[in-house]
């Protein structure tokens, strides 16, 4: 079968690695790609959230399955525009990819329908947002409502940084229109875990456990990135855990999207705080996390397309999902700067080092063909991920392989998964 990805980030290069790996895929393609990528798919030069233009090609193409990657297309309703010319996509509806479009809808959602979530009030004015504050307890957690490139959650230590959060999220609008509306959420501690899954808008399967590092800089200091790495799986996310998250909150989700009319098919991301009272949600994403898909579908042994296909013919319970015993880590290549001010442009050395070594992996983030040769273009570059037969080897392991690459400006953080060698 012929099948198209949309988007060109780490992520799309981790899900057109997996697609290479399926004996169905005949061909594969790439909307816009990227210069990885380009090494398994043909990339063509078309804008993720031009639906029209996507479905143009899909049809000269005779794609069989589009798959849409990034939340923008998503919440926008590009895989509708799939959907609505008979081709089969793999992806959530305009009408279910609002739990990540709106973090205003999800929390109220949860409030609904029981679904354990940290305490929360929603303000559409600024001045009756710094007023609530007065009264509330610190820390607190400010959400723009809209997407915001996985940055827009401010935590906030005190009255003055919550105001000034206020001002940067509303008034200055740093992060423009998904700003309008913010959410004020009561600040949870515990162990950050991050649950991907499959979901055929009745059934839901979760993938194994994985956990971000969202701070630009070692000791989760500084300020919040896409991602600078994750690893897989999380050693606190147990059995008993997993059992409760599947009553508590994974089927729940399902059932509650089904009861508003918003059949959710495609990926669920569910970001947990594991709290003393037990899991809690802390986000949805309608999508694959970046970078968790770089540590959980290279230890996925399942076809992709195989489980795809379930989701969207609505079979997914005949599914069983399985990932092997190895640990994954993935590590970040940054441009120095990144997320704020960083330069790119500049060749990067070492990309050969990676053929045909097995359990190692480069996905491509920020890159571009430039007469020939792979430079950077992005904030995050690259994401090295390595396997281990634990999580301590994976991390030496990749922690190894960044070694291999070079480029002006490369930045990383060097803790990736160091807690775990902590316990």
């Known amino acids: 079968m012929n099948v198209l990805i949309v988007g060109g980030g780490g992520r799309e290069h981790a899900i057109a690695a997996k697609c290479s790996e399926s004996k169905k ?14 090494g398994l798919a043909e ?17 000269e193409k005779n794609i069989d399955l589009a798959i849409v990657g990034p939340d923008d297309p998503l919440v926008a309703g590009v895989a509708d525009c799939f959907r609505n010319a008979g081709i089969k996509v793999f992806g959530p509806a305009k009408n279910a990819a609002i739990i990540e479009g709106s ?8 409030k609904k329908y029981n679904i354990p979530s940290a305490a929360y009030e929603v303000f559409d004015n600024a001045d009756d947002a710094v007023k609530y504050l007065e009264t509330a307890k610190m820390p607190i957690v400010l959400k723009a409502d809209g997407l915001a490139l996985g ?5 906030c230590n005190s009255l003055e940084e919550a105001k000034e959060g206020v001002k940067t999220l509303m008034l200055d609008r740093q992060f423009g229109s998904a700003g309008d509306k913010i959410v004020i959420e009561e600040f949870m501690t515990g162990r950050e875990v991050s649950v ?11 993938m194994a456990s994985a956990q971000d590092h969202k701070r630009a800089k070692d000791g989760d200091k500084g300020l919040n990135t896409g991602g600078m790495g994750t690893f897989s799986p999380s050693p606190f996310y147990t059995e008993d855990i997993d059992k409760f998250c599947m009553e508590h909150i994974y089927q729940p989700t399902m059932d509650a999207m089904k009861k508003e009319g918003r059949d959710f098919v495609g ?8 709290t003393e009272e037990g899991p809690k949600v802390l986000e949805y994403n309608a999508r694959f996390g970046d970078p968790e898909a770089q540590v959980v579908l290279p230890r996925m042994k399942n076809d992709i ?13 005949e599914t069983d999902l399985v990932f092997e015993d190895k640990a994954a880590v993935c590590v970040v290549l940054a441009s120095d700067g990144y997320p704020e001010h960083y330069e790119k442009g500049f ?19 920020g890159t571009k063909l430039d007469n020939g040769k792979t430079v950077t273009n992005g904030g995050r570059v690259l994401g090295v991920t390595a396997k281990g037969e634990t999580l301590t080897m994976a991390r030496e392991n990749a922690y190894r392989a960044t070694e291999w690459i070079s480029f002006e400006n490369k930045y990383m953080r060097h803790d990736i998964g160091k807690a775990i060698d902590e316990q």
């Open 43 to 59: 990339c063509v030069d078309i804008s993720v959230m031009d639906g029209d233009a996507l479905v143009k090609f899909s049809k």
């Open 305 to 317: 397309i195989d489980v795809m296909e379930a989701c969207i013919d609505g079979r997914l319970d």
């Open 196 to 206: 991907l899954c499959y979901c055929d808008g009745t059934h839901i399967k979760p």
């Open 347 to 365: 060749p990067i050395s070492g990309l050969e080092a990676f053929d045909d070594k097995e359990d190692y992996y480069v996905f491509h983030a």
């Open 151 to 155: 940055k827009g959650v401010l935590i």
């Open 103 to 110: 973090k205003a809808f999800s929390k109220e959602l949860m």
């Open 25 to 38: 895929v005949t061909k594969l393609y790439a909307a816009p790609g990227n210069a990885g990528i380009a």
């Open 267 to 274: 990926i669920l991301f569910c970001g947990l705080m594991l």
